[in-house]
C-alpha cells in the first residue's frame, strides 16, 4: 500500500485556503499512486490559536469541511486522514482526526485522548475513548493524535487488537525532534505496526513545529522522512515483510502481562 | 550520581580472567568518581555458549564468584550489578543478575523474564516476577536484562513503583543497533528515568555483539554513548535535573489507564 503524509501548511490559511491545499495534496499522492494521505493535527483551523478561535472554527464531523474533504477524496480515488475542531457540547471542542475513505464516507472521527500540557487544555474536551480499529484496502488501521502516540499503552492497545497501521496527525513543535526521531519509531518496532506521523511544519504564534514527519517500519526503518519544510511524502509499505520483522521480533506473543502493574 | 558501564569483555575469558576483568574495570570506574559499575548480561561465563555449558558454569546467588564480586565492591567502594548463570531446580539455570552493593551485602538478584528466541530458551528457565525497587545511594532502582527492556510494559511497572533508575546488563547483538540508539532512550523519555544499558562487544560462536552501550536520560540526552568495542564508560546522572524533564513530559500523571487494552 503507498500512502501519502501532507506536512504542511507552511504558513496560517482560512479554512478554503487550506482545503485547497488539501486538494492539492491529495492530487500529488494520488498522482503518486497513494491510496491513503495523512494530513496533520488540525491542519483545518491551526493549532496553537486558543480556545475562541477553535470553537469558531469547530464542526460536527459531519460539517461542511468534511463534505468537501469527502469530495477531495472521492475526486482523487484515496482515503484522508485529517485534523479538526469537533464541535462538542456546551461550547466545548475536541481536538479530533477524521479519516474519510475513498467513497467519501467517514472511518473513524477520533478525539484526542491525551491533552498535552496547558496548550491542550486550555482550548479542548479531552476524547474518551481510543475507538475500534478501521479498514482501509482492507488493513486493519488506528488512530491517535500527537501526545496520545507518546504513550506505549495506546499504540499496544491498538496491536493487541490486530493494528496493522496507525496513523498519528500531529502538531509537534521544537525541540522535541526526539519525539519524531526515536520515539515514534521505537513503537513501529516494538508493537511491529507502521506508524504515519505527520506533522505541521509551520510558525504559529510562540511555536514553531519540527516538521520531520516519518513513517516508521516495524523493522526500525524510516520509509519517508520529512525534513522542516512543507512536502507530500510517498511511502510504500510491504505488509508482507513486516510478517517477517514480525517473527524476528514477536514481542505481541512474548509479553508476559501477569509481571506488570497495572 | 557518577555511574560506569564496563562494555566488554572482547574476547572469551574463563571466571578467573573474568572476575579479573570487572576488578579492572571497578577500579577505574572508581578513580573516575563513579558509585556504580554496571557490567554485561551473563558477563561471568559468557551468553551465547549452549546449555551444557551454562549449567556447568551456574552458581548460587551468594556462591563463590558473588563472594568475589562482593569483594571486589568493597575495596573499590562502589555498587556493582553483573549477569551471570543462576542454578535453578533440577539442572535448570536462570539468566541471572545480581547487584551487589559496596559494603558488599546482595541488593537484588534478577531473573530474565522474557526470553529471547531459541537462544535463550534452549538454555534458560525464566524468571517469575519483576522484583521490588532496591536503593543505590538513596535512589530507587529497578533491574532488567536485554529483552526485558525492549517491553514498555517492563519499564513502565518499575516507573509506577517510583524508580528513578533502570540498569540492564544486555548482550544485544548485530543487527539490532535500534534497539540502544533509539528504544533504549525511549524507554528514559517516556517514564522519565535514567536507563544504563551495558552492553557486550565480543564475538561470541555466530554472535557479534553490538556494544553501543548507553546512559540514557529522561530529556532524550545520551550522557555517555559506547562505540562497538571494550570500554569502561562514565556519565554523571543529575536526579535533580530528571524533576526539570519530569514537570516538562508527565508522561506518568498524564496517563489514562482505564483507555488502554490491558
Sequence with gaps: MRVAIYQGPSAALDKPGILARIEAAAAEAADAGARLLVCPEMILSGYNIGHAAALAAAEAADGPSAMAIAETAKRNGLAIAYGYPEAGPGGTVFNAAQVIDRDGTSLVSFRKCHLFGDLDRAQFAEGAELPPLFEIDGVKTGILICYDVEFPESVRSYAMAGAEL???????????????????????????????????????????YAGLSVVAAPDGVDLVRGGRGEAVLIAEIDFAAAEAARAANPYLADRRPALYRS
Excluded: S
Design 166 to 208: 496507525v496513523l498519528v496527525p500531529t502538531a509537534l513543535m521544537l525541540p522535541f525532534d526526539f519525539i519524531p526521531e526515536k520515539l515514534v519509531p521505537t513503537r513501529a518496532f516494538e508493537n511491529q505496526v507502521f506508524v504515519v506521523y505527520a506533522n505541521r511544519c509551520d510558525v504559529e504564534g510562540d511555536l514553531t
